[in-house]
């Protein structure tokens, strides 16, 4: 009987040493986040391992499905360092060049009430909860802002190790203005989806937020090139700005209009747009902040919009 009863102990102990928590930098984790600038669903994985120092990261790579059915892959700006020991998720900003500092992402140990500063805001930790995920328990953070990042209000979600539910990457800017709402459509970790449910508060303004544009049913789910995007799509590069920074996009626009607003809604500048695919926009902010452009195709009615950060 003491065999018996020290072999299920042996048992026991195998089973979890094999099954293990996911990591936030695990390389097969794939996020689908509908975003509602264009109503583009988007693909977050990360890329192949680089090493600083004696510290590793992995780049967190943005891809969309383009107006013909095309993979694109955006341009690698954050890369993303985990350490389980002490709870901490830290990511760099490598379009700023000479970026060494690591800056806070997630943290996984926090309490009811706790405040944590993330460099250019600070929030506070409104409500825990727990989640139960192929055998294990990940705590579920609600935060929000304590005022200090500029006049902006913001609170989202995320789970330990699986990340915010607007998308992995959020926490960077938790910024929640009107139509600039996004959305996790699903999270895959292996090939599989864990059961995770959404229902909790994403965003202020996630109301405005078309969650039909969410094309992601956990399982099956037969890959990103069953997502199709409804509109014309722009993109910043790179974004934050820089004095080189472009807005660009793919078909020329013959007759169009580039309109910059600040966080307040007022108009910060107007620009013509004649036969181009691409203007200029580094220099034309010089205050810090975050701004919102709309770019207008007048002769095929259409417009793109996004946001603007000023360091």
Known sequence: MKNFILLMLFCSLSICTNAQKIRFTDSNNVWHVAESVGEVVYTYFFGTDTAIGDKHYRPLIRSYIDEDGDTTLLNNQYIIREDTSIGRVYYRDISL???????????????????????????????????????????????????SFATLMHAYTY?????????????????????????????????????????????????????DSCDCEPPPYSGINDVRPKRFFAEVVPNPLQPSSLIQWKEPIVQGRLKVTDATGRTIFTQKIMNASSAPIGQLLKESGIYFYELTDIKNKRSARGKLIVF
């Open 97 to 147: 060049l000479i970026d060494t500092l690591d800056r806070l992402l997630y943290v996984y140990d926090l309490n009811l009430g706790d405040t944590v500063n993330f460099g250019s805001y600070t929030d506070s930790v409104v409500a825990i909860d727990s989640l139960l995920i192929d055998g294990y328990y990940y705590k579920v953070y609600t935060m929000r802002d304590t005022g």
């Open 159 to 211: 789970i330990e190790r699986i990340g915010a539910l607007p998308g992995p990457g959020y926490p960077m800017f938790p910024l929640c203005f009107f139509e600039f709402s996004s959305s996790l459509c699903c999270f895959q970790h292996n090939g599989n989806y864990p059961d995770i449910y959404l229902e909790y508060q994403n965003c202020e303004y996630n109301w405005v937020f078309n969650n």
